[in-house]
């Protein structure tokens, strides 16, 4: 079975600072997909980057990107110019694409500071 | 821009009523799911739904859990008989197929909040 996880229970970072959140997994398959999700106080879900694992290139959304190590089964997410809103929960996951299902991390919880 | 919308908000109830979680999935998706986070903790899959049937569950779906997708929009969760342990926020989630991509990205709803007394 897969496995996630992201070793860091909390993060801080100041307002306009960069912050790396990460995240390792365990699979031996060949075929699947890394998320990040970010969870705010309202415990909505909300889609932040995806990475297809066949792709070397790493996705980037905005002040979003990430470092997708394939061999070292690591994929963590850069956040630049860190704004207040970037407060929140942030949980990695791993798409099943055999079983069709996701595992998540245990999650992160950012802090920006002011 | 589309989204994944689930009633009610909150939910409250005693412990071995039947409770009914609804979803409405984004429409041109052909994938649904049902996940639950129980307070301070992960994400947990609990079923995923494609042509009408359920195509994989956890451990945690057992007896007490069907899923069903009565019309063209809704997607239902139903607990029969709640117990203290099933208080979680449950989260529903859709995927594409087709022209609408592929199923491995989920757009989650904004969760119902069990309370089981």
């Known amino acids: 079975a897969q496995t996630v996880t992201q070793s860091q229970p909390e993060m801080s970072v100041q307002e306009a600072e960069t912050v790396t959140l990460s995240c390792t997994y365990d699979?031996?398959?060949?075929?699947?997909?890394l998320f990040w999700y970010k969870q705010p106080p309202s415990r909505q879900m909300i889609l932040v980057i995806r990475?297809?694992?066949?792709?070397?290139q790493n996705a980037t959304e905005n002040r979003f990107s990430v470092n997708f190590q394939k061999a070292a089964k690591s994929f963590s997410l850069k956040i630049s110019d860190s704004q207040l809103g970037d407060a929140a929960m942030y949980f990695c996951?791993?798409?099943?694409?055999?079983?069709?299902?996701?595992?998540f991390g245990d999650g992160t919880t950012l802090t920006v500071k002011p | 821009e589309p989204e994944v919308t689930q009633t009610p908000s909150h939910q409250v109830t005693q412990m071995g009523q039947e409770v009914i979680l609804r979803c409405v999935p984004i429409?041109?998706?052909?994938?649904f799911y049902w996940y639950r986070q129980i307070l301070g903790q992960k994400v947990e899959f609990l079923v995923s739904?494609?042509?009408?049937?359920?195509?994989?569950k956890s451990e945690i779906f057992d007896d007490q859990f069907s899923v069903e997708r009565p019309d063209g929009s809704n997607f239902t969760l139903k607990i029969r008989s709640t117990k203290l342990e099933d208080s979680a926020m449950y989260f529903c989630?859709?995927?594409?197929?087709?022209?609408?991509?592929?199923?491995?990205?989920?757009?989650f709803g904004p969760g119902t909040r069990l309370l089981v007394l």
């Open positions: 989630a859709s995927s594409g197929g087709g022209l609408a991509g592929g199923p491995e990205t989920q757009y």
């Open positions: 699979t031996s398959e060949s075929d699947y997909y």
């Open positions: 990475q297809e694992a066949y792709k070397q």
């Open positions: 996951a791993y798409w099943n694409t055999n079983a069709g299902k996701s595992t």
């Open positions: 429409s041109n998706h052909l994938y």
């Open positions: 739904f494609y042509n009408n049937e359920i195509s994989e």
